[in-house]
């Protein structure tokens, strides 16, 4: 039997903005994968895996989660001392959720109660993300728990706030001339640190207020436009979402994409977001007219991840 698939996922809307109570949308992405599997550990990558799965393990055995979300760590660490790697193609640092996917396989693999994720409800939807929240804090210092719990699930997941999220269906991609993609920075990023500068930017009244009461705005009429598939007002916004973010996330911002960030916006061409905490990985571009972007991008790695 092989073991399940996890995807990457990519945080489409609501990046800082979620800590703050606005709403969020997290969709998976295919293209990149990972999967539990054996092997004699001949290769470095999977010798470090394993040897990483082996520290993961030691924390697993100290976390006290709920008895509905027990896992079965003695045959984990049984399973590890056989071979066991995780053999992933998703790029770390990258903002598409490298933890969450390892984190979601486990759980999958070693949860003693199985769960159906075409069957959950919106209560314990809330009580896993909590507890992938507590497992995938060993990677991050602190977890939201929303990439395992997108990996977990594969399917998109609309966060209303802080208490509430649930399943969500995104209009059907077609082959139009417009696109969301993908630009490589060419760095990796590291969560943590821009992490702190966000709180460190909180702690100042002005950036509160335009946090609340205009990119949180901006954000969540995005969410709406999008998932009603209402292009006009979804790029109108999208454009003040990019300019507030170009304004005032810059140290999120790679400086390889500063000019094409501000090229997208002087243009209207395309427009530029963060794809998770940034400061290095993928960057969201969005466009009526992927061709005369992808021209107007040239030199940088795309990847096309929904047309319309």
Request: one cysteine or more.
């Amino acid at each position: 039997m092989t073991n399940p698939l996890f995807y990457a996922k990519i945080i489409l809307f609501g990046e800082y903005g979620m800590i703050e109570d606005s709403q969020g949308l997290v969709v998976p992405y295919s293209f990149y994968k990972g999967t539990l599997k054996f092997s004699d550990l001949d290769s470095e990558f999977e010798l470090k895996s394993n040897g990483h799965l082996q520290k993961y393990s030691d924390f697993l055995a100290e976390l006290d989660l709920s008895e509905d979300f027990t896992l079965d760590i003695e045959r984990f660490k049984k399973d590890i001392s056989r071979g066991l790697f995780f053999d992933s193609n998703i790029p770390q640092g990258y903002g598409v959720g490298s933890s969450g996917a390892l984190v979601a396989a486990i759980f999958e693999k070693y949860s003693l109660k199985k769960l159906n994720p075409d069957h959950i409800s919106k209560d314990n939807l809330k009580k896993l993300k909590s507890v992938f929240g507590e497992m995938e804090s060993y990677f991050h210092g602190k977890s939201s728990g929303m990439d395992p719990l997108i990996c977990y699930m594969n399917l998109p997941i609309l966060i209303e706030n802080k208490e509430n999220l649930d399943k969500v269906s995104i209009p059907k991609g077609e082959e139009g001339k417009g696109a969301i993609f993908l630009i490589d920075s060419g760095i990796t990023g590291e969560t943590g640190p821009m992490i702190q500068i966000f709180f460190e930017k909180m702690k100042t009244e002005g950036f509160r207020n335009t946090l609340k009461e205009e990119f949180i705005r901006y954000n969540n009429a995005c969410i709406d436009a999008f998932l009603k598939k209402d292009m006009n007002p979804f790029f109108r916004n999208l454009k003040k979402l990019s300019h507030w973010a170009y304004e005032h996330f810059r140290p999120m911002i790679p400086e390889s994409i500063f000019n094409i960030w501000k090229k997208g916006l002087d243009s209207n061409a395309y427009y530029l977001k963060l794809c998770g905490s940034g400061g290095g990985g993928y960057i969201l571009g969005f466009t009526k007219d992927y061709n005369k972007a992808e021209k107007m991008l040239e030199g940088f790695h795309k990847e096309v991840i929904y047309r319309f």
